[in-house]
């Protein structure tokens, strides 16, 4: 059964920085594109960031230049590195996965990033 485990979030000040790791289980499990979604209070779920198997990025114009999103293949595991982060960064932030093998979507149980004034 596949699994998503992230860790990572917390509160930090206007202009500090975390890290946020989503694993994968079980090893086995084939992906193709690991993604970081957020929602913050009242708002739709919105996109941060994506990775390919291969590599290729792209970001949220909102968070461009201040976070960075990259993958272990070897370790299924996805992170999100968090700099500059403002107050509205604060949000559920969500860990996304498109499996290969077995196929589907699949979401991650969301960790809360709180950035104060």
């Known amino acids: 059964q596949v699994r998503l485990v992230e860790s990572g979030g917390g509160l930090v000040q206007a202009g500090g920085s975390l890290r946020l790791s989503c694993a994968a289980s079980p090893n086995t499990f084939s992906i193709n594109v690991m993604a970081w979604y957020r929602q913050a209070p009242g708002k739709q779920r919105e996109l941060v960031a994506t990775i390919t198997t291969g590599g290729t990025i792209n970001y949220a114009d909102s968070v461009k230049g201040r976070f960075t999103i990259s993958r272990d293949n070897a370790k299924n595991t996805v992170y999100l590195q968090m700099n500059s982060l403002k107050p509205e960064d604060t949000a559920v932030y969500y860990c996304?996965?498109?499996?290969?093998?077995?196929?589907?979507?699949?979401w991650g149980q969301g960790t809360q990033v709180t950035v104060s004034s």
């Open positions: 996304n996965v498109d499996g290969r093998f077995p196929r589907g979507v699949y």
